[in-house]
């Protein structure tokens, strides 16, 4: 392993030889490693919630497509659901077309957005209230 290092050193020019070798071989690896954390990891951890969403999916969610359109799931299959839009139009959907679950208090359970679940004010809004 060595030799090959020594090689490429030899194969440079300048005063530094193989220590420029070593350090664009540590700036490669430090820019691979940003670039994971930075891109790769986010995109998969994204990935792996909106498959949990689609997972989740049942009977009864309301939910938003990929196209807009606004619907109540009616019936779950494998890799499709069948949505109504209107009290007699139902259109079946690949699930994967799902773009998320609106929440009954009209938030988005597959926007990013965190769930408010308890009902408590901030004290920023009691303040207000008392004056």
Do not use: W
């Amino acid at each position: 392993m060595q030799e090959v290092f020594f090689m490429i050193g030899q194969t440079t020019t300048g005063k530094g030889g193989f220590n420029e070798t070593i350090m664009m071989t540590g700036f490669m690896v430090v820019f691979i490693i940003f670039f994971y954390f930075v891109v790769v990891r986010p995109q998969n951890k994204k990935k792996k919630e909106m498959e949990n969403l689609l997972k989740s999916v049942k009977p009864g969610d309301k939910v938003v497509t990929i196209g807009g359109c606004h619907g109540k799931v009616v019936h779950v299959k494998d890799d499709t659901v069948t949505i109504r839009v209107d009290d007699r139009a139902e259109i079946t959907y690949d699930k994967t077309a799902i773009a998320r679950v609106v929440d009954v208090a009209g938030g988005h359970k597959g926007s990013g957005e965190k769930k408010v679940t308890d009902n408590k004010e901030d004290s920023t809004s009691t303040e207000e209230k008392k004056e």
